[in-house]
């Protein structure tokens, strides 16, 4: 056996022992200690819908303190409604201790006014959730109509139409854009004004930022998606380093129940977008977000198996490749 094949049987065998030990004594060191769950004062970007909602209502039941921001008024309203109805004990006054704010997570102006709200009402910051985004579903050339096939033999690729304008390249810029507006312009706009808050204001602060799979394991179909969050990833763990007073955290879930297409940036029309997906569930998937910030437990994949994805990627790339591409139908 090569010695090369003997690192990576041991790494394989030692790897869930460091893992286990790590999640051990992160856990002994509970968040809960410093900031009480009833004390604690939590921001939520992206908290109208999806994860981000059930995130909501995981920390009010237990009596935290809950802004939740999103783009819509009407979804932003009923969520702070659930959260007040569902909102059991907690300190300070309980007529702040729900808020419910419509902006854009991405608008310096409009975060910098919201930062002010908070260290009005609530004198700081503990817990920052970043779990807004968008999504993008097509390949990378379809978003303009080009249909790529294989000949009769399947030997050579055929594009139609055979080439593409400077328009379209531009639209497809464009697509990428809008993307980036809001998976990483986003979670930076959001980091730049809240870490000094936070570090200035909190016995333990945590930022936490909802990622995907899709951004340490590639996908057809995924690549803008992919590409963008996988941007937010790498800024979030670099700043980790620059900021080691914050416990930072990455979730990084497979499909989640819901409608995945609905905030496609790449969608070609209005029409048939309606398709909700089968997956991990989403109260699931936010009661592991915050026990990810209560032990401080860095990147958790889920489930939790799938943490192995990126390292076989690494070594078996073609055996991800496929499989990836059986998942999303592509067979190109």
Partial sequence: MSSAAVFISTAFLVAPVFIFLHKFLRRRNSRST?????????????????????????????????????????????????????RVGGSGDYADSVLGVTADFADAEEMIRLRDVLEDKWNGLDTLVVAAGVSATLPLLSIVGIDVSRD????????????????????????????????????????????????????APAIQLIASLGAVTPAP?????????????????????????????????????????ASAVDRLSDDGLSSPSKGLKREYVAARCVRAVDCA???????????LAPILYWIFPRFIEGKAKRKYSFGH
């Fill in 297 to 307: 437990e860095g990147s958790v994949f889920i489930p939790g198996y799938t943490r």
């Fill in 34 to 86: 410093l900031v009480h769950p009833d004390d604690e004062r939590v921001l939520i970007l992206g908290g109208s819908s999806g994860i981000g909602r059930a995130i909501a209502l995981k920390y009010v039941a237990r009596g935290a303190r809950v802004c939740v921001v999103g783009r819509a008024e009407p979804q932003v309203s009923a969520v702070v409604n659930e959260c007040k109805s569902a």
């Fill in 221 to 261: 179909t995924r690549s803008i998606y992919g590409s963008t969050k996988a941007a937010a990833l790498m800024l979030y763990q670099a700043l980790s380093m620059e900021h080691p007073d914050i416990e930072f955290s990455y979730i990084l879930p497979a499909t989640v129940e819901g409608d995945f297409r």
């Fill in 152 to 203: 009769m033999q399947g030997d050579r690729r055929i594009f139609t139409p055979a080439s593409i304008s400077a328009q379209n390249v531009t639209h497809v810029a464009g697509v990428a854009e809008k993307a980036l507006h809001s998976n990483y312009i986003g979670p930076l706009v959001s980091a730049v004004t809240y870490i000094p808050l936070m570090s200035r204001t909190s016995a």
